[in-house]
């Protein structure tokens, strides 16, 4: 069975950290792994990856992907409160449907 | 905006009722996932359909709950003689592909509460 693990469950901080989010998967044929963040809504989309060690970034966020030791991290710069969240990684492999997710980690930034 | 939409965003149901959760996909996208997730749980998969067939329900469970996507129209999870263990939060996402090559993007959910 599949099986996606967050690390830590929950972190808070204080504004202006760095905070690096963590991720293993066991995925069979996998694919790619995905990066959310949840708020009191939908789920929403940050991150894609499918080859090994080419960094995405996006503004404050950046994930990288190491395929050899099956493991994602996202990296948060310079926190801001509107960053608190749950932020969910998820594994896709070929030939599922399905995405399967870890529980999440909640972040907390304290001004 | 044609972000994935669903309704309604809130649902109260008596134990016994039947519930009914709609959800239309992204512009152009036509692979619709849906997940349930439970408090305190991650978001766990249920049933993946495609226009007018389900490819993958291996999640859903086999009583009370099932899952169409018709021609026209929205894709609608429904599930009969609620209970309480059903009261959770139900997430539709949707991709322009179900191979893993392309980001599934949610929509706000539907927050199930069965009294």
């Known amino acids: 069975e599949d099986k996606v693990v967050q690390s830590p469950l929950s972190l808070v901080v204080h504004e202006g950290d760095t905070v690096t989010l963590n991720c293993s998967y066991e995925v069979t044929n996998f694919r790619s792994l995905l990066w959310y963040k949840q708020e009191k809504k939908a789920p929403t989309f940050l991150f894609m990856l499918?080859?090994?060690?080419i960094e995405k970034k996006s503004g404050r966020l950046s994930s990288i992907l190491d395929k050899k030791e099956l493991f994602s991290i996202l990296n948060i710069t310079a926190t801001q409160t509107g960053d608190s969240a749950i932020y969910l990684c998820a594994g896709w492999g070929a030939g599922s449907y399905q995405l399967t997710f870890g529980k999440g980690t909640k972040l907390s930034v304290i001004p | 905006n044609a972000g994935v939409m669903q309704n309604p965003r809130h649902l109260v149901r008596r134990r016994g009722q039947e519930a009914r959760l709609r959800c239309s996909p992204m512009?152009?996208?036509?692979?619709v996932y849906w997940y349930r997730q439970l408090p305190e749980e991650g978001l766990k998969f249920m049933v993946y359909?495609?226009?007018?067939?389900?490819?993958?329900e291996s999640g859903m469970p086999k009583e009370r709950f099932s899952a169409e996507f018709p021609k026209e129209g929205p894709s609608i999870l429904r599930i009969q003689q609620v209970v309480r263990g059903d009261s959770a939060a139900y997430f539709c996402a949707s991709s322009l592909s179900g191979q893993g090559l392309y980001e599934q993007y949610f929509g706000p959910g539907t927050r199930l509460t069965v009294t």
């Open positions: 359909l495609q226009k007018e067939n389900i490819i993958d």
């Open positions: 512009k152009g996208h036509s692979h």
């Open positions: 499918t080859s090994s060690g």
